[in-house]
């Protein structure tokens, strides 16, 4: 059935729209405390066949508050013009809200990326989430026992209070978390809230740290590897610091009663966490490319210039 092009509409959504938007787009409601969204509608009775939401409470590691947008439009009602006029929506709502920066989460093959660059999104890397089950693993590092051990000087041991200042520095080097977002886990928190500093691992030399391994618990039986650390001067070891870290992160969830755990890599970057992955039999869980705008972003492209 043919539209009329003068049937769609563009607008703000109604609250009690909010399921009907989680049903059509479920990751612009999944994990946030507050959404807002444009509508694309068309028809009679209305139907909603786009959508473009911003979900708020993200951060980056640089300190700067972010927001998640989420864009979908049915294939059959997508059009150069359509998605520009939604997209130019909900870029007047991120101005209105004064985000000054914009998380967008793409299928790594996504076929209109170049839509988002008209807008001014910048592509930053793709992460891949993997499972890995935890029985499998320590079965595998028990055959490289003998490629486990360690120079005399180094120590393998659980993380104390102290060294929150240390791995702060490093998660900050990285580039991987605020320095507040690092801290130990409680009694009185959620699992997974803070770093399971029982299950986390650290590699010391003379008082200094050069590796750390941290990791989250879980409702359940999974936890999540978070953060893979290896200080600069040590990479040539990262290989032998790796091992030694699962190893013991492994053998002490094990005993906990943890099952698998999930662990996000940077494809551009975590080349050698990829490998260890498929080497312990890991299953690849999602693909996503990660792209950023910030507030000030040129994006004199007009529609003209859109994908058709």
């Given at each position: 059935?043919q ?8 607008r ?18 999944r994990?946030?405390s ?5 509508l ?5 009775p ?12 993200k951060?980056?590691?640089?300190n700067?508050?972010?927001?998640l947008l ?12 359509r ?5 130019d ?18 299928p790594?093959?996504?076929?209109k ?22 029985a499998t ?8 026992s ?14 104390k ?10 998660a ?11 801290f ?10 803070g ?6 691992s ?10 750390a ?5 879980g ?6 590897v978070?953060?893979?650390m290896?200080a ?31 662990l996000t ?8 966490t990829?490998?260890?992955?498929k080497r312990?039999a890991?299953?690849?869980?999602s ?22």
């Amino acid at each position: 059935m043919q539209v009329e092009e003068d049937s769609y509409h563009i607008r703000r959504n109604y609250p009690d729209e909010i399921k009907r938007i989680a049903a059509f787009l479920p990751a612009a409601t999944r994990r946030f405390s507050r959404y807002e969204f444009i509508l694309l509608t068309c028809g009679v009775p209305e139907r909603i066949v786009g959508v473009a939401g911003l979900s708020f409470e993200k951060t980056t590691p640089e300190n700067i508050p972010a927001v998640l947008l989420s864009f979908k439009i049915l294939p059959r009602h997508a059009s150069g013009e359509r998605e520009q006029k939604l997209m130019d929506a909900v870029l007047q709502l991120a101005k209105d809200n004064e985000v000054k920066l914009l998380n967008l989460e793409l299928p790594s093959d996504f076929s209109k990326s170049d839509f988002f660059k008209h807008n001014g999104f910048k592509y930053v890397k793709t992460e891949q989430l993997w499972t890995l089950d935890l029985a499998t693993v320590m079965q595998r590092l028990e055959r490289l026992s003998s490629r486990l051990k360690m120079p005399e000087d180094w120590q393998l041991r659980a993380p104390k209070e102290r060294d929150l200042v240390g791995l702060r520095e490093m998660a900050v080097t990285y580039n991987f978390r605020r320095a507040d977002e690092v801290f130990f886990n409680t009694e009185k928190m959620f699992a997974n809230v803070g770093y399971s500093r029982e299950h986390c691992s650290v590699v010391e030399k003379n008082g200094v740290l050069i590796a750390a391994l941290l990791v989250k618990g879980g409702p359940s039986t999974q936890g999540y590897v978070d953060m893979r650390m290896v200080a600069p001067e040590y990479i040539k070891h990262s290989s032998l610091l790796n091992l030694v870290l699962l190893e013991r992160t492994v053998r002490l969830s094990l005993e906990s009663g943890y099952l698998d755990t999930g662990l996000t890599i940077n494809l551009e970057r975590d080349t050698e966490t990829l490998n260890l992955c498929k080497r312990m039999a890991g299953k690849l869980q999602s693909e996503k490319a990660l792209w950023l705008r910030s507030a000030d972003a040129d994006f004199s492209d007009t529609v003209a210039n859109a994908p058709q």
